[in-house]
């Protein structure tokens, strides 16, 4: 693997694991992991690879990602979730998205999730116990950030 597509990988790496919203951020991330890159070529790197800036700092595009369809769909589709009881969430969504969100929650094998019922902009989430709830519940808040 060439040095360029190693600082790539790790320019990845870094979007990936943390939040950064300026290049400069970027430039000292990747020295800190070896490699030596000017602000210059990190621009490159991230008009190459596709990054965009938003509201949460650099974000990888979705063919990048190292990311579950069911977790996609969250970011991409999901506005809140409540814990209801102890083995219920409720995953509000945006209009006429329920379903597709459910039925990629469904064919993933996510522990403590015992099924879902959707209807049009809510998700009903059955979970095996108060534990799951509580770790499916954190997850999904972490992707609706």
Known sequence: MSIKQERRNALIAVIQSE????????????????????????????????????PKGYELPADLLDISKWKQSIKDHGV?????????LVLHTKASTAQMIANAIDHESIQGVAGTIAGDDTIFIALQNR?????LAAQIMDLLE
Do not use: M, N, P
């Open 19 to 54: 939040r950064i919203d300026t290049q400069s951020e970027l430039v000292a991330k990747i020295a800190a992991r070896g490699f030596h890159a000017t602000q210059t070529t990190i621009s490159r790197d991230i008009e190459s690879l596709k990054v965009v800036k938003g």
């Open 80 to 88: 809140s979730v409540d814990c209801v009881g102890e083995h219920l």
């Open 131 to 135: 534990d799951a709830q509580k770790h």
